[in-house]
């Protein structure tokens, strides 16, 4: 068994996942990757394929067969973290669409970024991320208190656009803003329809549940600034 195959069984086994979670996970029939790891060789994976299956097992493109990107000259701000400016999101189509998803991560329009961060080399290493996989912006209400306060600074890893595990996730709001919550799946492994409960850390706040299909996520809470 090659490399690749290996690293993706193993995994999968980590995760709890089975074939057919992963196959629909990549917008496939539910036999797809079972089929492709016996058929075919693992790092031939088409990019987009790849790169939904490294989001979906939280692992780097080159373990599953990508080549290494060389450093270019486009990476000299590689170590900017944007904040963004949630009140720039509002109106006009929302937070939603002044963003571009790219295999790794989000990428901001200039008019929502207020500004940049910078965080240590070793801070990053410890959150498992790079620079560029990273967005920041102000929380904003009590509703995560007391493990996120309002005006606390969130930092999120923007790969992460399903909640798989468990956690906490900035979601966008049907307002074009974005709010932090823990969600949590409630359906069956294998179910048709994945349904998500939105959980707030206050209890004074209800809870809510959702299809995957009618959440917008935009990453998963990293770690957080307080001022």
Do not use: C
């Not at 990107?69 to 949630?86: F, N, Q, V």
């Not at 498992?128 to 007391?146: E, I, L, N, W, Y």
């Not at 004074?204 to 770690?223: A, K, P, Q, W």
């Amino acid at each position: 068994m090659d490399q690749v195959r290996r690293t993706i069984l193993k995994r999968m086994q980590e995760r709890g996942l089975n074939y057919k979670e992963v196959s629909l996970e990549l917008g496939k029939n539910q036999a797809y990757l079972q089929q492709f790891m016996e058929r075919n060789v693992p790092n031939k994976l088409k990019e987009d394929v790849r790169s939904r299956l490294a989001e979906i097992l939280d692992l780097p493109e080159e373990d599953l067969g990508a080549p290494s990107r060389a450093l270019t000259s486009s990476d000299s701000k590689s170590d900017e973290i944007p904040e963004i400016d949630l009140v720039a999101g509002l109106g006009a189509g929302g937070f939603v669409a002044l963003e571009h998803t790219t295999k790794n991560g989000i990428t901001f329009s200039k008019e929502v970024v207020r500004d940049h961060w910078r965080l240590p080399e070793w801070m990053l290493s410890r959150m498992g991320v790079k620079a560029s996989h990273v967005a920041a912006f102000p929380a904003q209400g009590d509703s995560m208190s007391p493990t996120i306060g309002d005006g606390d600074v969130v930092f999120i890893d923007t790969r992460h656009r399903v909640p798989s595990p468990d956690g906490i996730y900035a979601l966008a709001d049907e307002f074009g803003g974005v709010v932090v919550k823990r969600l949590e799946v409630t359906s069956r492994p294998g179910a048709e329809t994945i349904t998500v409960k939105i959980i707030s850390d206050n209890p004074r706040h209800s809870e809510r549940e959702f299809t995957l299909d009618e959440i917008h996520i935009v990453g998963r809470y990293i770690g957080r600034f307080t001022v």
